[in-house]
């Protein structure tokens, strides 16, 4: 396993830190292949409730896959295949985890980067943050899935000028584009994103789990409730949260939740 790769919890709150400050936190393959693992971890422990995704140091979220490794890893279509398929089971790892996730992005947050970004469910970034996604400026073709996740935020023409000129989206374009959720000055971004993440591991997860997978249908195309959705529905009525949070709302008191 790479030691690239960094997990720390703070009470109900995981924190992943891409760890290669030297190569403004570039992705490596192995970086790439360990992932899914350690997110499966993540989503297992009943202690995390909410995972931050961040880059070590203020200077990069990343700046990309490690451009480094192409030659060895990604010089032909056969090669290019395998390496794809790593960099997808990272992504949908990570976008499909059950607990919520948060990118923290100071500075740089370029390709590869901005891939992992994406599959999270919020972006959270300071007023020095870069955006960049830029195949046009490597020869290269990003997947379906990718690209997907960047035009259900910003819009197919938002996407378009992304990926057609492989140009830097600042902080104030990126979040009146949809592509970040809030911005912060660089010395308050830490508490802007750990209050929230703190904030929503107090509120009950049964919901917040909930909630998630019905937003991913509805992006998906589902319009209308079937068994699953329903059932996410009514069982939430038999959760021991559900009890506590109307007895808590009558008893005007904050709710302690314990779902996990």
């Known amino acids: 396993?790479?030691?690239?790769?960094?997990?720390?919890?703070?009470?109900?709150?995981?924190?992943?830190?891409?760890?290669?400050?030297?190569?403004?936190?570039?992705?490596?393959?192995?970086?790439?292949r360990d992932l899914p693992g350690i997110l499966r971890g993540i989503d297992d422990d009943p202690?995390?409730?909410?995972?931050?995704?961040?880059?070590?140091?203020?200077?990069?979220f990343a700046a990309g896959a490690d451009i480094s490794e192409f030659r060895e890893v990604r010089s032909d279509?056969?090669?290019?295949?395998?390496?794809?398929?790593?960099?997808?089971?990272?992504?949908?790892?990570?976008e499909g985890m059950a607990k919520p996730t948060v990118?923290?992005?100071?500075?740089?947050c370029v390709g590869g980067g901005c891939g992992l970004a994406l599959a999270c469910d919020l972006r959270f970034c300071d007023t020095?943050?870069?955006?960049?996604?830029?195949?046009?400026?490597?020869?290269?073709?990003?997947?379906?899935?990718?690209?997907?996740?960047?035009?259900?935020?910003?819009?197919?023409?938002q996407a378009k000028w992304v990926l057609f000129s492989g140009r830097?989206?600042?902080?104030?374009h990126a979040l009146r584009t949809g592509l970040v959720d809030t911005v912060a000055e660089p010395d308050g971004l830490s508490e802007q994103v750990y209050g929230f993440a703190e904030l929503v591991g107090t509120r009950a997860q049964y919901?917040?789990?909930a909630a998630k997978e019905i937003v991913r249908r509805i992006v998906a195309g589902q319009r209308r409730d079937?068994?699953?959705?329903?059932?996410?529905?009514?069982?939430?009525?038999?959760?021991e949260d559900y009890a506590e949070g109307v007895r808590a709302f009558l008893e005007k008191r904050q709710p302690e939740f314990t779902w996990s």
Do not use: W
């Open 1 to 32: 396993m790479s030691d690239d790769l960094q997990v720390e919890r703070s009470g109900a709150v995981a924190t992943l830190t891409l760890d290669r400050p030297e190569s403004r936190n570039a992705i490596s393959l192995q970086m790439y």
């Open 47 to 60: 202690r995390v409730k909410v995972l931050v995704v961040r880059g070590a140091g203020t200077k990069a």
């Open 77 to 94: 279509a056969e090669s290019a295949r395998s390496y794809n398929e790593q960099v997808a089971a990272a992504e949908q790892a990570l």
């Open 103 to 108: 990118a923290m992005v100071h500075g740089y």
């Open 128 to 157: 020095a943050a870069k955006f960049a996604i830029t195949p046009s400026k490597l020869g290269l073709v990003y997947s379906l899935e990718s690209t997907r996740r960047l035009v259900d935020l910003v819009g197919p023409a």
């Open 168 to 172: 830097r989206m600042d902080a104030e």
């Open 207 to 209: 919901s917040v789990r």
């Open 226 to 239: 079937d068994a699953e959705t329903t059932d996410l529905r009514n069982s939430s009525f038999d959760t």
